[in-house]
C-alpha cells in the first residue's frame, strides 16, 4: 500500500519568503507527526495531530512555524519569514492511533533551503 | 524527555561481516523503534521493539527493557546495508527521540 508522502521534495526559498510543505499520511492513520533532521543529527519532534487538532506544539521553534491538518487527514507545515536556519529536512510521519505506542512511519521528508 | 544515545558514531565492516549496534535509553519506553536511513534521506523502518527480540532476514533486534538498552545485529553484511541506522524512543508519550545515529560502512 502507499506509505507517507510529502510534497516538494525539495523547495528553495529566499530569506524574508513564506513556503508551505505537505504530508500525506498512510490512509486512516489518525495520528500525525511533524519532525525536523538537521545536518548530522537525528530528527527532532516538531509537533503532533490527532485527528484534526495538534495535541502537542511544543516542538515548534517559533511562532513562524504553523501546522494545520482541516479534515483530519492531509496536513501543512507552514513557515513565515524563512530564516536560513530554518534549512533542513522535514519529516512527516504517521501512526494508526496516537499516544505512542503505535509504529511510526515515514515519509521521504522535504529539504528546505533558505538562501 | 528521555535521552537515547547510540554507540558506536561509526562502523566500518567487511562484506559478510556480522555486527551489533547498541542503543541506551534513559527512561522507561512505550515506543522503541530501529531505522535505516538510505542515501536518499528515506527512514525505513527496521523493527518497533519496546520490547524483547524479532527477526527480519539477516537483521534482528533484541530489547531489554528492564536495563534501558536495544541492541540491533546485521548478519552477513552487504554493501546495501551501509547508511546510518537511528534508534528512537518514546517514554509515556507520542514524541519519538532519535539518538545521533551509527554510520554503517560495509566494503565489498
Known amino acids: 500500500g502507499a506509505g507517507v508522502s510529502q510534497t516538494p521534495s525539495n523547495k528553495v526559498t529566499e530569506k524574508g519568503k513564506y513556503v508551505e510543505l505537505r504530508c500525506d499520511p498512510i490512509?486512516?492513520?489518525?495520528?500525525l507527526y511533524w519532525y525536523r533532521q538537521s545536518l548530522g543529527q537525528g530528527p527532532e519532534f516538531l509537533i503532533y495531530?490527532?485527528?484534526?487538532?495538534?495535541?502537542?506544539d511544543s516542538g515548534l521553534p517559533n511562532d513562524r512555524f504553523f501546522a494545520v491538518r482541516p479534515e483530519g487527514s492531509v496536513s501543512t507545515l507552514k513557515i513565515q519569514r524563512t530564516e536560513r536556519g530554518d534549512s533542513a529536512v522535514y519529516l512527516c510521519?504517521?501512526?494508526?492511533?496516537?499516544?505512542?505506542?503505535?509504529?511510526?512511519?515515514f515519509g521521504p521528508g522535504t529539504r528546505l533551503t533558505v538562501t | 524527555g528521555i535521552q537515547v544515545e547510540q554507540s558506536p558514531p561509526d562502523l566500518i565492516l567487511q562484506e559478510g561481516a556480522n555486527s551489533t549496534l547498541r542503543c541506551n535509553f534513559s527512561d522507561s519506553v512505550n515506543n522503541l523503534q530501529w531505522f535505516h536511513q538510505n542515501p536518499w534521506g528515506q527512514l525505513i523502518n527496521l523493527f518497533y521493539?519496546?520490547?524483547g527480540t524479532k527477526q527480519n532476514g539477516r537483521l534482528s533486534a533484541t530489547t531489554v527493557a528492564t536495563e534501558r538498552y536495544s541492541l540491533l545485529y546485521i548478519s552477513s553484511s552487504q554493501t546495501t546495508d551501509s547508511g546510518v541506522y537511528f534508534c528512537a524512543a518514546c517514554s509515556n508519550d507520542y514524541k519519538l527521540s532519535f539518538g545521533a545515529g551509527t554510520t554503517v560502512t560495509v566494503r565489498a
Open positions: 495531530f490527532q485527528g484534526t487538532g495538534a495535541a502537542d
Open positions: 490512509s486512516g492513520h489518525t495520528a
Open positions: 521493539i519496546p520490547s
Open positions: 510521519a504517521s501512526s494508526s492511533s496516537g499516544g505512542g505506542d503505535y509504529e511510526q512511519y
